[in-house]
């Protein structure tokens, strides 16, 4: 067989990565960014764009991979961003204009700051945001203006200790606001920053850490609106946050008024995405009710006037608390006139764009989607009121389109980062999906993906993937960290299932997962399997190969013990759960307290029911397993673990682990080994490396397709980019060589 080189890890790695693009105040420049790692220099680059949407020219902005956050200045063609200071531990705001201005620094803020915010207080005023960590004095952080203790030592006395991949200090996230002003119309004038959160009675940190940024805080010229956990919680063992109003008539302010707490009645969960009306006299937002299920359904609401704290109401409310609409909105724009929602959420493997009146007295019929396919990452009203949307796909990082939300089939694509896949020799053709009976009689949805040189009367090993979560789900999306495609590339037909505890097919399936991780969701897979051999003719189930990363992880490992785990050539665990009474080794607790039944001491039988460590004797299928060491949701012992009992039973078995990775791996010359090391396992257990050898020896070198330099690299060319969701990269390491092997 012709191995279909195009698509490689290197190549996956690589690609430019293209943001969501952002529409000037009429419409028509569009302002993004575009990073991409390079692995003959093996440094990143970044480059701030801006686009002309009626010639689908570009030009570069800012080539400084060091700047972030570009964002238009209102009217004019003016954009703001901010970088480091020439001064280690500040940050400089940069002024830069999209038609002739040379950018230039205008501002220099004490610490570091991101999540710029603007919006225009006058026609000479623009008030401005951003988030950084503040001192207990709420002062802004410069670590470099601060001692370093002479001990190591950390003493604690409550939750958190560390969080996500960092041991948590007494530095806290913060809101900071100032005001820009033209003075004479040509000179910006910008004030000191001031810290929204320092001086109150209550301390309040946003955004929430581990992963909030600007979803987490919006303001206009009334203020601002953010989330904050409840401080008199602990917060590892629930997940309560509420939003706030900050009232601010200029902006200017020496000491924000007190934050005012916006009542929500029975829902207690996590809180997100406040934004403003056009009017600024509105704000919707979105709230989970459960305060220790972080995968609770969000409830989108509305509060229709922000002089009222007392009145917030709920989108599809019912009597019973569960809601009409059975989806997970993920994200709320605003019509231009106010009257309507556009809102995102998944349903069926997909994250769909749907549009409801922006009022819940209004919205009496369920949302229907108006963007079906695709994920849709980011939506921007026009001038002439169509949606500029930005998504992406299985085969394409980055896709800007135009619908008019009067004529959903009028969706018109303005530019593919990929070209629909033909940049790398994959297309949407390769795509497939299924339905199958699950455990308890539901439907059950998986992607099916070929390779692109598919063919029919051919047989290909199966490569079954099992997502983590375990409420999350396979999407119509691209990924830089778990690619189908890459898989599919190799030789495999790939099958991404989306089993019970999956999100966007209704909350009832979702919640089946509830203390029965080892339950539902593994029949759900093992009827999967069974409907591939004998639904799938091509598929050669006899070589099979399953992966899985965090859930999918642990559901590997529960598989080994199984009998499904018979089924397979070989295993890969990254970063998965070994010992489900290792929970309270984690840093989040509300997740176990809520999966198992309770705590560990209420119901320590459900915890025991599911432990995978149980069932080691039955352990035999190769086996490689990942664990990182900064890894904090799921500590390095439950990737030792497992790897001790697979060498002391004499099962064939390989062990990767980064030291300066989490619970995912980010860094591009670290995911490179990570891919290589995956594939070689895989391939050589699925009989992959066995053909290549024999077809090599039989008819010479194997027939690869190069992937042109110029075709991803060329800064001319924007659309040759992809979308930065995996990005983190970091400089400073070792790079180039492959991982160091200990015999």
Same mark, same amino acid.
């Given at each position: 067989?012709?191995?279909?080189?195009?698509?490689?890890?290197?190549?996956?790695?690589?690609?430019?990565?293209?943001?969501?693009?952002?529409?000037?105040?009429?419409?028509?420049?569009?302002?993004?960014?575009?990073?991409?790692?390079?692995?003959?220099?093996?440094?990143?680059?970044?480059?701030?764009?801006?686009?002309?949407?009626?010639?689908?020219?570009?030009?570069?902005?800012?080539?400084?991979?060091?700047?972030?956050?570009?964002?238009?200045?209102?009217?004019?063609?003016?954009?703001?961003?901010?970088?480091?200071?020439?001064?280690?531990?500040?940050?400089?705001?940069?002024?830069?204009?999209?038609?002739?201005?040379?950018?230039?620094?205008?501002?220099?803020?004490?610490?570091?700051?991101?999540?710029?915010?603007?919006?225009?207080?006058?026609?000479?005023?623009?008030?401005?945001?951003?988030?950084?960590?503040?001192?207990?004095?709420?002062?802004?952080?410069?670590? =470099?203006?601060?001692?370093?203790?002479?001990?190591?030592?950390?003493?604690?006395?409550?939750?958190?200790?560390?969080?996500?991949?960092?041991?948590?200090?007494?530095?806290?996230?913060?809101?900071?606001?100032?005001?820009?002003?033209?003075?004479?119309?040509?000179?910006?004038?910008?004030?000191?920053?001031?810290?929204?959160?320092?001086?109150?009675?209550?301390?309040?940190?946003?955004?929430?850490?581990?992963?909030?940024?600007?979803?987490?805080?919006?303001?206009?010229?009334?203020?601002?609106?953010?989330?904050?956990?409840?401080?008199?919680?602990?917060?590892?063992?629930?997940?309560?946050?509420?939003?706030?109003?900050?009232?601010?008539?200029?902006?200017?302010?020496?000491?924000?008024?007190?934050?005012?707490?916006?009542?929500?009645?029975?829902?207690?969960?996590?809180?997100?995405?406040?934004?403003?009306?056009?009017?600024?006299?509105?704000?919707?937002?979105?709230?989970?009710?459960?305060?220790?299920?972080?995968?609770?359904?969000?409830?989108?609401?509305?509060?229709?006037?922000?002089?009222?704290?007392?009145?917030?109401?709920?989108?599809?409310?019912?009597?019973?608390?569960?809601?009409?609409?059975?989806?997970?909105?993920?994200?709320?724009?605003?019509?231009?006139?106010?009257?309507?929602?556009?809102?995102?959420?998944?349903?069926?493997?997909?994250?769909?764009?749907?549009?409801?009146?922006?009022?819940?007295?209004?919205?009496?019929?369920?949302?229907?989607?108006?963007?079906?396919?695709?994920?849709?990452?980011?939506?921007?009203?026009?001038?002439?009121?169509?949606?500029?949307?930005?998504?992406?796909?299985?085969?394409?990082?980055?896709?800007?389109?135009?619908?008019?939300?009067?004529?959903?089939?009028?969706?018109?694509?303005?530019?593919?980062?990929?070209?629909?896949?033909?940049?790398?020799?994959?297309?949407?053709?390769?795509?497939?999906?299924?339905?199958?009976?699950?455990?308890?009689?539901?439907?059950?949805?998986?992607?099916?993906?070929?390779?692109?040189?598919?063919?029919?009367?051919?047989?290909?090993?199966?490569?079954?993937?099992?997502?983590?979560?375990?409420?999350?789900?396979?999407?119509?999306?691209?990924?830089?960290?778990?690619?189908?495609?890459?898989?599919?590339?190799?030789?495999?037909?790939?099958?991404?299932?989306?089993?019970?505890?999956?999100?966007?097919?209704?909350?009832?399936?979702?919640?089946?997962?509830?203390?029965?991780?080892?339950?539902?969701?593994?029949?759900?897979?093992?009827?999967?399997?069974?409907?591939?051999?004998?639904?799938?003719?091509?598929?050669?189930?006899?070589?099979?190969?399953?992966?899985?990363?965090?859930?999918?992880?642990?559901?590997?490992?529960?598989?080994?013990?199984?009998?499904?785990?018979?089924?397979?050539?070989?295993?890969?665990?990254?970063?998965?759960?070994?010992?489900?009474?290792?929970?309270?080794?984690? =840093?989040?607790?509300?997740?176990?307290?809520?999966?198992?039944?309770?705590?560990?001491?209420?119901?320590?039988?459900?915890?025991?029911?599911?432990?995978?460590?149980?069932?080691?004797?039955?352990?035999?299928?190769?086996?490689?397993?990942?664990?990182?060491?900064?890894?904090?949701?799921?500590?390095?012992?439950?990737?030792?673990?497992?790897?001790?009992?697979?060498?002391?039973?004499?099962?064939?078995?390989?062990?990767?682990?980064?030291?300066?990775?989490?619970?995912?791996?980010?860094?591009?010359?670290?995911?490179?080994?990570?891919?290589?090391?995956?594939?070689?396992?895989?391939?050589?257990?699925?009989?992959?490396?066995?053909?290549?050898?024999?077809?090599?020896?039989?008819?010479?070198?194997?027939?690869?397709?190069?992937?042109?330099?110029?075709?991803?690299?060329?800064?001319?060319?924007?659309?040759?980019?992809?979308?930065?969701?995996?990005?983190?990269?970091?400089?400073?390491?070792?790079?180039?060589?492959?991982?160091?092997?200990?015999?």
């Amino acid at each position: 067989m012709t191995v279909c080189a195009k698509f490689t890890p290197k190549a996956l790695i690589s690609a430019p990565r293209r943001s969501s693009v952002k529409p000037n105040a009429d419409g028509t420049l569009g302002l993004f960014t575009v990073q991409s790692w390079s692995f003959e220099k093996h440094s990143k680059s970044a480059e701030i764009r801006v686009r002309d949407f009626k010639t689908g020219q570009t030009k570069v902005l800012l080539d400084d991979k060091t700047c972030s956050d570009a964002t238009w200045l209102g009217e004019n063609n003016f954009v703001v961003c901010l970088k480091p200071g020439a001064e280690n531990g500040t940050t400089d705001l940069v002024l830069a204009d999209a038609e002739n201005l040379e950018p230039q620094v205008i501002a220099n803020f004490e610490g570091s700051f991101e999540n710029l915010k603007v919006t225009r207080l006058d026609s000479n005023t623009i008030a401005l945001a951003v988030t950084g960590f503040a001192t207990p004095s709420g002062k802004a952080y410069n670590p =470099e203006k601060h001692a370093r203790p002479i001990s190591t030592g950390r003493v604690y006395t409550s939750l958190y200790v560390r969080h996500w991949d960092s041991y948590v200090g007494i530095n806290k996230q913060a809101i900071w606001y100032t005001t820009l002003k033209w003075q004479e119309g040509q000179h910006m004038v910008v004030g000191p920053l001031k810290n929204a959160l320092a001086g109150h009675s209550i301390a309040l940190e946003s955004p929430v850490p581990p992963f909030g940024g600007n979803g987490d805080f919006d303001i206009s010229k009334n203020g601002i609106v953010f989330v904050a956990r409840d401080p008199k919680l602990i917060p590892a063992a629930y997940t309560k946050s509420d939003l706030y109003y900050i009232p601010l008539k200029t902006f200017e302010e020496s000491q924000a008024p007190s934050p005012q707490l916006v009542k929500t009645g029975n829902l207690k969960g996590y809180s997100d995405s406040p934004v403003f009306s056009p009017d600024a006299k509105s704000v919707a937002f979105m709230r989970m009710q459960n305060m220790q299920y972080e995968s609770d359904k969000p409830r989108l609401l509305l509060w229709p006037d922000i002089t009222d704290l007392t009145n917030v109401q709920e989108f599809y409310e019912t009597s019973d608390g569960e809601g009409r609409w059975d989806r997970r909105p993920e994200s709320i724009t605003w019509s231009r006139d106010g009257k309507a929602l556009y809102v995102t959420a998944e349903e069926d493997g997909r994250t769909k764009l749907f549009k409801l009146p922006s009022s819940p007295r209004s919205a009496r019929d369920l949302p229907t989607p108006i963007v079906h396919d695709g994920t849709v990452q980011s939506v921007s009203v026009l001038p002439n009121n169509k949606l500029l949307i930005s998504s992406n796909s299985l085969v394409d990082s980055s896709i800007w389109s135009i619908l008019d939300p009067a004529k959903p089939d009028s969706i018109s694509i303005i530019s593919s980062s990929f070209k629909g896949g033909k940049s790398f020799g994959i297309s949407q053709s390769q795509v497939d999906e299924i339905w199958y009976e699950g455990s308890d009689k539901q439907k059950i949805h998986a992607w099916l993906i070929r390779p692109s040189n598919f063919d029919p009367k051919k047989k290909y090993p199966l490569a079954y993937l099992i997502h983590g979560g375990p409420q999350g789900a396979w999407t119509e999306s691209w990924s830089v960290r778990w690619n189908p495609l890459i898989y599919a590339e190799q030789g495999y037909v790939v099958v991404t299932p989306n089993p019970t505890g999956s999100t966007g097919y209704g909350m009832a399936l979702q919640n089946g997962i509830k203390e029965n991780w080892g339950g539902r969701p593994y029949v759900d897979l093992v009827k999967g399997f069974e409907y591939i051999e004998s639904h799938l003719p091509y598929v050669d189930t006899s070589r099979a190969v399953a992966l899985g990363a965090s859930y999918g992880g642990y559901m590997i490992n529960w598989i080994q013990g199984h009998d499904l785990g018979r089924k397979f050539k070989a295993l890969v665990t990254h970063d998965g759960v070994f010992c489900t009474l290792n929970q309270y080794a984690s =840093e989040e607790l509300f997740f176990p307290i809520h999966d198992f039944g309770g705590t560990l001491w209420e119901n320590r039988e459900g915890y025991e029911k599911w432990d995978p460590s149980k069932h080691t004797g039955n352990w035999s299928t190769p086996h490689m397993i990942i664990h990182n060491e900064l890894d904090y949701r799921l500590p390095i012992g439950e990737g030792l673990a497992p790897f001790n009992v697979l060498q002391t039973r004499g099962v064939d078995s390989k062990f990767l682990t980064f030291p300066d990775e989490n619970h995912w791996v980010l860094k591009p010359e670290n995911s490179l080994v990570w891919h290589t090391e995956v594939l070689s396992w895989i391939n050589k257990y699925s009989g992959i490396t066995a053909e290549r050898k024999a077809e090599k020896k039989a008819s010479g070198p194997v027939s690869t397709v190069t992937l042109r330099e110029g075709l991803i690299r060329s800064p001319q060319d924007a659309d040759q980019v992809e979308d930065g969701h995996g990005g983190g990269e970091e400089e400073g390491y070792v790079r180039g060589g492959p991982a160091v092997r200990v015999p």
